[in-house]
């Protein structure tokens, strides 16, 4: 090595840094002759602890920097997409640094299929290659986010990132070996000269190279950590619904919601957007009808003594303050023929919020028990989608005895009088006759004249579940949008296959 360079120009370059080099040596035999050397050796000691500590806060905060730019679940997912991530957390919790060299483009390659085939497994147990269930075109759009999103990161997140090119590493790399041979000479000669200073600065030198490796070491791990989330990340929002091949959004308006809204003769404006859809069910008579007028304020929805099998499903358009703008569903009674088992769950399928209507005074609940546990089953089959939040009405609450009394508010947390007594034990029987928290049951009065509890407790809890409404509402309308982006590809890949065969005895004959 010594070779490769004009010995006279080294020579030179030695000449002009003697001087400089000196200045160690001498400056510590004139510290040891005046009696100052244990001073400045304790200052050195004392700056190297406070560089010491100082580097290792810096570490501690680029920790916690690259900790909040870490990507982090959906809260829109649904459920079976909780397990599928917490797989892909773990997997990155396990990787090790050494194991996955940044330079090795084929071993990443792997990580990142490990982490496809990960996801894959949740969503097809049953197969023995998941991975291979996987279309092209979403393969490759799931390559295409998470590069796009690692590069954002890597670009915020490492210093100079954007100024080095893929050259500066590769003859950075190249130097490597030489400029180790080099210092090393270095720090052969310097141990020979000066052995106190050489020793000081070798321990010095330990340390910070054992922070630079830590904190590279940090770096390391949170890009591979990273690369894994991000393919993990896109990979459970394709088969959550959530990713599709189309750059657009969820569909402003589905075509259910749509004929929905015309049905409820409401105008082009409110046509807009997807409202938010909310069924309301029960027995016959329970006070569903009397429910939704109460809810509008105002008399919108026939309330009917005797119960009309024939009644259809109508729905009526609801604004209110606070409320995304909903289509509130009147439907008849569970208990009659007019909702048959199938319609029952074609409206279950796309509600967004249930409203159970169940009469205080009526405590044979065993039918409706039945058929929200049918409800719930079938929600739960379908781990790919929230089940909408449900709350349970509590009416006629004002026939409860002494039926003559009627003096609201009520306190039912600390029941004073037999009314209070009696109501607050009927909504408690609901809420465990109906299988649901006590705190989903709200006792309402729906009399005319009378109406009580709809305006507070009743409001109060729809709106605390609407960010719960508003989750099923956007999975329900992906769904739409992938069916009809499904049907738009088939008739553009039908289209050109059409067009390539009109085209074909053109080509085939001279």
């Known amino acids: 090595m010594f070779n490769r360079f004009d010995r006279l120009r080294l020579i030179a370059l ?134 796009r999103d690692l590069r954002t990161e890597v670009a915020a997140q490492l210093p100079l990132s954007h100024r080095l090119t893929l050259g500066d590493l590769v003859r950075a790399y190249r130097w490597k070996s030489t400029a180790e041979h080099l210092l090393g000479l270095y720090r052969a000669g310097r141990m020979v000269f000066n052995p ?126 606070g409320l995304t703008a909903a289509l509130v569903f009147d439907t008849p009674g569970c208990d009659t023929a007019g909702l048959t088992p199938k319609a029952l769950e074609r409206l279950a399928d796309t509600a967004d919020l249930v409203l159970w209507v169940t009469a205080a005074h009526r405590p044979d609940r065993q039918g409706e028990r039945t058929t929200l546990d049918g409800l719930r089953a079938r929600w739960a089959a379908r781990p790919d989608h929230h089940p909408p939040p449900l709350l349970v009405a509590v009416s006629h609450i004002d026939q409860l005895r002494p039926p003559r009394e009627w003096q609201p508010p009520y306190d039912l947390a600390n029941p004073k009088g037999a009314k209070a007594t009696n109501i607050a034990a009927a909504v408690t029987a609901a809420a465990e006759d109906l299988a649901v928290p006590l705190t989903d049951a709200i006792p309402v009065c729906l009399a005319a004249g009378l109406v009580y509890n709809v305006a507070d407790s009743l409001w109060t809890a729809i709106l605390e579940r609407q960010g719960a409404a508003d989750r099923v509402r956007l999975l329900r309308c992906l769904d739409e949008q992938k069916r009809a982006e499904d049907w738009a590809l088939l008739r553009r890949q039908l289209a050109s296959t059409g067009r390539f065969l009109a085209g074909l005895p053109g080509r085939l004959l001279p």
């Open 14 to 147: 030695l000449l002009w840094t003697l001087p400089v080099a000196a200045l160690l040596p001498l400056g510590l035999l004139w510290l040891w002759q005046s009696g100052n050397l244990p001073w400045w050796l304790a200052a050195m000691v004392g700056s190297s602890a406070a560089g010491y500590g100082f580097q290792f806060w810096l570490r501690r905060r680029d920790r916690r920097l690259l900790a909040g730019a870490q990507t982090a679940p959906d809260p829109h997912w649904p459920p079976r997409a909780k397990a599928a991530w917490d797989g892909i957390e773990a997997m990155a919790a396990a990787v090790k640094p050494e194991d996955w060299p940044l330079t090795d483009n084929p071993r990443l390659t792997d990580l990142g299929r490990d982490a496809l085939e990960l996801v894959a497994r949740v969503y097809h147990p049953k197969v023995e290659r998941p991975l291979l269930e996987l279309t092209l075109p979403h393969l490759l759009l799931i390559i295409e986010r998470a590069c």
């Open 196 to 321: 106190a200073g050489a020793i000081l600065s070798e321990a010095w030198e330990r340390l910070r190279r054992q922070s630079f490796t830590a904190a590279w070491t940090d770096l390391h791990r949170w890009l591979l950590q990273e690369y894994i989330r991000k393919v993990g990340y896109y990979a459970i929002a394709l088969y959550s619904g959530r990713l599709t091949l189309t750059e657009a959004g969820p569909a402003a308006l589905t075509p259910a919601s749509d004929g929905d809204l015309g049905q409820a003769a409401a105008d082009a404006a409110a046509r807009a957007d997807e409202p938010l859809r909310i069924l309301v069910l029960g027995r016959a008579n329970a006070g569903k009808s009397s429910l939704i007028n109460a809810l509008f304020g105002r008399l919108t929805a026939p309330a009917d003594v005797l119960p009309d099998p024939a009644a259809p499903v109508t729905p009526y358009r609801l604004e209110r303050a």
